[in-house]
């Protein structure tokens, strides 16, 4: 049987390329994105196992019609990859309300919602896994040179549901992963990033593969276990 998975934040970077890799091979890929582009375009002309969500993910009210679309179907691997930077000077003195509610309304909010909507969907499956890309700059163990409130803060949110709801899911067989996929060379990441899209995808699918062999949920896409 065919396995299905899920992903949100498809039309660039990490997410895009998870859309090939798992295109490649043979899986049906459900792709979320915001705003279609050429190169996300190409890739769904190129194979006929991708199907085009065009939804926004911090558009909450819309999230039953997406539950009702799922219905039937089944995921056997959810990943939530959407995600955002926000604003650039996220230094004290420079915070307001708006930049910082749309950074956790990306990078939280709409994770645990999106898991939420999909779960039954999820509980079908055969693999049972939910994946969420974050970063270690959400470790507030790893926390050493301060700023980047808004980011920091959000993704340590994020990871803290994700640690509630693999304890909640455990007795039904669900992995939860929180992963760090590097320093990339993306629209966030820019030009002077570490790694490119495929070497950070590449390691992460290994991960992903492991997930139910692995004892803890934070890790970096070298598998390096990372500090809460």
Same mark, same amino acid.
């Given at each position: 049987?065919?396995?299905? =998975?899920?992903?949100?934040?498809?039309? +660039?970077? =990490?997410?895009?390329?998870?859309?090939?890799?798992?295109?490649?091979?043979?899986?049906?890929?459900?792709?979320? &994105? *915001?705003?279609?582009?050429?190169?996300?375009?190409?890739?769904?002309?190129?194979?006929?196992? =991708?199907?085009?969500?065009?939804?926004? &993910?911090?558009?909450?009210?819309? /999230?039953?019609?997406? @539950?009702? /679309?799922?219905?039937?179907?089944?995921?056997?691997?959810?990943?939530? $990859?959407?995600?955002?930077?926000?604003?650039?000077?996220?230094?004290?003195?420079?915070? $307001?309300?708006?930049?910082?509610?749309?950074?956790?309304?990306? $990078?939280?909010?709409?994770?645990?919602?999106?898991?939420?909507?999909?779960?039954?969907?999820?509980? +079908?499956?055969?693999? @049972?896994?939910?994946? $969420? =890309?974050?970063?270690?700059?959400?470790?507030?163990?790893?926390?050493?040179?301060?700023? /980047?409130?808004?980011?920091?803060?959000?993704? !340590?949110?994020?990871?803290?549901?994700? *640690?509630?709801?693999?304890?909640?899911?455990?007795? @039904?067989?669900?992995?939860?992963?929180?992963?760090?996929?590097?320093? &990339?060379?993306?629209?966030?990441?820019?030009?002077?990033?570490?790694?490119?899209?495929?070497?950070?995808? @590449?390691?992460?699918?290994?991960?992903?593969?492991? !997930?139910?062999?692995?004892?803890?949920?934070?890790?970096?896409?070298?598998?390096?276990?990372?500090?809460?």
């Amino acid at each position: 049987m065919t396995k299905a =998975i899920l992903i949100t934040g498809c039309s +660039r970077g =990490i997410g895009l390329e998870f859309v090939k890799v798992y295109a490649q091979l043979g899986w049906q890929v459900y792709a979320i &994105v *915001r705003k279609s582009n050429p190169e996300f375009e190409k890739l769904v002309e190129k194979y006929s196992n =991708i199907e085009t969500i065009t939804f926004d &993910v911090t558009h909450f009210q819309a /999230y039953e019609k997406l @539950k009702k /679309y799922f219905e039937t179907k089944t995921i056997d691997v959810l990943i939530n $990859n959407a995600g955002i930077y926000g604003d650039q000077d996220q230094s004290i003195g420079n915070l $307001n309300i708006d930049a910082l509610q749309k950074v956790f309304m990306t $990078n939280t909010f709409a994770p645990i919602l999106m898991t939420q909507t999909v779960l039954d969907a999820i509980l +079908r499956g055969s693999t @049972k896994t939910i994946v $969420n =890309i974050t970063s270690r700059m959400g470790s507030i163990a790893d926390n050493t040179s301060g700023q /980047y409130y808004a980011y920091r803060s959000s993704k !340590a949110a994020l990871n803290a549901m994700m *640690r509630s709801l693999q304890i909640d899911l455990q007795d @039904k067989g669900v992995k939860v992963l929180v992963l760090h996929p590097g320093w &990339v060379k993306t629209d966030m990441g820019g030009l002077n990033a570490l790694i490119d899209t495929e070497t950070s995808v @590449k390691a992460l699918y290994e991960v992903i593969e492991q !997930a139910h062999k692995l004892p803890e949920m934070f890790y970096s896409y070298q598998k390096e276990l990372l500090p809460w």
